[in-house]
């Protein structure tokens, strides 16, 4: 069983502040407004620590990461979210 | 509002038949009692949950999602659930669900009743936005009359949250429900399961429950006797714009959108179709053959959402039209995600000037890149729809755009709007 992890921002709680793209501008891009546009492909091995310290340097707690498990055989590809990280 | 009785109409869901044959006598002459069991009977959940999962029903109120596969997941709960009717109607130019419970409000009560006492459910939450009185009222009434007549069997009750564009939304209703605001929540994965006082909570669109009324009487081949093979039942329809007979319309999935447009006075100059609701999708006449089915609309980029269906005439301007929409839809907002409160405004205010004529290129650019960029990043479907309108208007009216680009507006975007914008105050979301 794969795990895959993702970056995601929960949108109510960020409040733009953008330490997080300054941090992790390879996996986070600011738009016109300031808010963050996370590339929410699987984060590959080598920013793994990047994403999670993004993630601890969030004032709002806004960013965590989402592991899912990829089961293999006839359901190749559904995602079960097992574990999040950097939530309260 | 009226109840037209022109053809390609099916009465099922109105067949009582309009506001003053609304009362519970009427009702069970024309429908007969409701069956269900004198007591706690523990099939009576799983032969409601088949009949209905054999009917093919699906929700009614936007998100068209399989009724019986939802109760299934609440009769797997343990806790007693809340069975809520949604009949919050956010879509302004949606009067459908207003309608029905004018008109068939026990038929309404009658889904909800079988669903509670077949999950048995504490109590029944009959939501209708604060600013639908009618509405309120005809369920307040129709339920005081079944108390009366000693037919009440779950606690039930009209609650009014407040008639916010978003307020309807699942997440929102409950939020409400549960103590908070009627703002959507952000949840890390979508529950399978919603909660109110920490209880399962069934939500269900009214007229999805009125179906379900149906059902329970009449049985799954019966529903399924009337619409198309893959989207059984009728469904009801809110017909607006160049028409001359807007109102309610009950017709059979599978209609063709043509005889839809036909059945309520369209002549031959429309132009575009609204459809769904102000988060819906414009439809191009290459399209009207096309039957009201969930999948051919698929196709088409558009869905039934809520059943609005707005005939916009040939004289009219799609994209300023769209631009009055995307504005007011940017003020529903619940101002919680950066991307909704500045991305929806940006966006309206781009396609404005597109409309206008009063751009370049640079600033269709700049819209098509905002579109993109704003698309999935609220917690709640709000941007995707406003999205979805502005991305189908700008495909479906590009000939307009091009000629607007080109020189200047035309006589359209100066007229009148065909569209039902209503002033909200803005007002609290509590
Ligand atoms: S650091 Fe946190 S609050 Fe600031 S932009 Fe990034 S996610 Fe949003
Ligand atoms: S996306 Fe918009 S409407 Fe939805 S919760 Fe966020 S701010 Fe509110």
């Not at chain 2, 994965?189 to 909660?195: D, G």
């Not at chain 2, 599978?254 to 459809?275: E, N």
């Not at chain 2, 039934?304 to 907002?333: F, Y």
């Not at chain 2, 000037?353 to 704003?374: K, P």
Request: aromatic share 4%; glycine share 12%.
């Amino acid at each position: 069983m794969a795990v895959t992890r993702r970056l995601r921002v929960d949108p109510v709680a960020c409040d733009a502040f953008g330490h997080c793209a300054e941090l992790a501008p390879e996996l986070i891009a600011l738009d016109e407004w300031g808010y963050p546009v996370i590339d929410e492909r699987p984060i590959p091995p080598e920013l793994i620590g990047l994403a999670e310290a993004a993630v601890r340097i969030c004032p709002r707690r806004a960013l965590f990461v989402e592991e899912t498990a990829t089961a293999g055989g006839p359901r190749r590809g559904r995602s079960t979210p097992v574990r999040v990280l950097g939530r309260r | 509002m009226t109840t037209l009785d022109s053809p390609p109409v099916t009465q099922r869901l109105l067949a009582t038949g309009g506001p003053e044959h609304a009362g519970l006598a009427n009702h069970l002459a024309v429908h007969g009692t409701l069956p269900v069991p004198e007591r706690r009977d523990r099939d009576f959940a799983p032969r409601l949950v088949a009949a209905i999962e054999q009917s093919g029903l699906t929700g009614r109120g936007g998100g068209g999602f399989p009724t019986g596969k939802k109760m299934a997941l609440l009769a797997a709960q343990r806790r007693r659930p809340v069975i809520a009717v949604n009949t919050m109607e956010g879509e302004p130019a949606s009067h459908k669900d207003e309608v029905l419970a004018t008109s068939s409000p026990h038929l309404v009560l009658d889904g909800a009743e079988l669903v509670a006492r077949a999950l048995g459910a504490v109590g029944i939450k009959v939501c209708v936005a604060h600013d639908r009185p009618a509405t309120a009222n005809a369920l307040a009434f129709a339920i005081d009359e079944r108390a009366a007549a000693g037919l009440l069997s779950v606690p039930t009750e009209v609650v009014t949250p407040p008639g916010r564009y978003v307020s309807g939304e699942e997440s929102a209703l409950v939020h409400w429900l549960d103590g908070g605001e009627s703002t959507p929540t952000f949840r890390v994965e979508k529950p399978t399961i919603l909660r109110v006082g920490g209880r399962p909570t069934l939500v269900d669109n009214a007229e999805t429950m009125a179906n379900i009324g149906l059902i329970g009487r009449y049985g799954p081949v019966w529903f399924r006797e009337v619409g198309a093979p893959d989207a059984p039942g009728t469904t009801l329809l809110t017909v607006s714009g160049a028409v001359s007979r807007p109102g309610i319309y009950e017709i059979p999935l599978g209609t063709r959108v043509d005889r839809v447009l036909t059945g309520a006075g369209a002549d031959s100059g429309i132009a575009a179709v609204l459809l769904g609701g102000y988060g819906g999708a414009w439809l191009g006449p290459q399209h009207f053959s096309s039957p009201l089915t969930p999948s051919a609309m698929a196709t088409a980029g558009a869905s039934i959402g809520a059943g609005v269906v707005v005939a916009l005439a040939t004289s009219s301007c799609g994209l300023a039209e769209t631009a009055r929409i995307a504005h007011w839809m940017a003020g529903e907002s619940a101002g919680q995600c950066g991307p909704c409160v500045f991305g929806l405004p940006a966006i309206a205010e781009d396609l404005t000037l597109l409309a206008a004529g009063r751009s370049s290129h640079s600033v269709l650019e700049r819209l098509c890149h905002r579109l993109d960029e704003v698309e999935g990043r609220g917690a709640c479907g709000h941007p995707d729809g406003v999205v979805r309108i502005v991305r189908s208007a700008l495909s479906v009216f590009a000939d307009d755009l091009a000629s607007h680009l080109r020189s200047g507006p035309c006589p359209g975007s100066r007229a009148h709007t065909v569209l039902a914008l209503p002033g909200r105050d803005g007002g609290p979301w509590r």
